[in-house]
């Protein structure tokens, strides 16, 4: 049997370094307290998830046909209603 990828490469990557920035800015906080000499990495891990929504959502517009907003198979009408 064939693998067939749907999204590529930059989406993939977006989505698992999101999800473990994600956890660790969460382990920080939750774990470790604002006193934390680890808390300053919090922030820059935050400051570094925004960057990347920001290039995701410019990769939605101009990257791949499979990572284009347009070819979700849902639209926000459909998500919403």
């Not at 919090?42 to 998830?49: F, P, R, S």
């Not at 101009?62 to 907003?69: E, K, N």
Request: charged share 10%; no cysteine; aromatic share 14%.
């Amino acid at each position: 049997m064939r693998r067939t990828l749907v999204w590529d490469i930059p989406t993939r990557l977006f989505h698992w370094l999101f999800a473990g920035g994600f956890i660790a800015a969460a382990v920080i906080a939750l774990g470790q307290g604002d006193d934390s000499p680890l808390f300053p990495y919090h922030g820059m891990i935050g400051l570094a998830l925004g960057l990347m929504l920001v290039l995701r959502v410019v990769w939605g517009f101009v990257g791949s046909r499979h990572a284009r907003f347009g070819s979700f198979a849902f639209g926000p009408r459909a998500v919403a209603g």
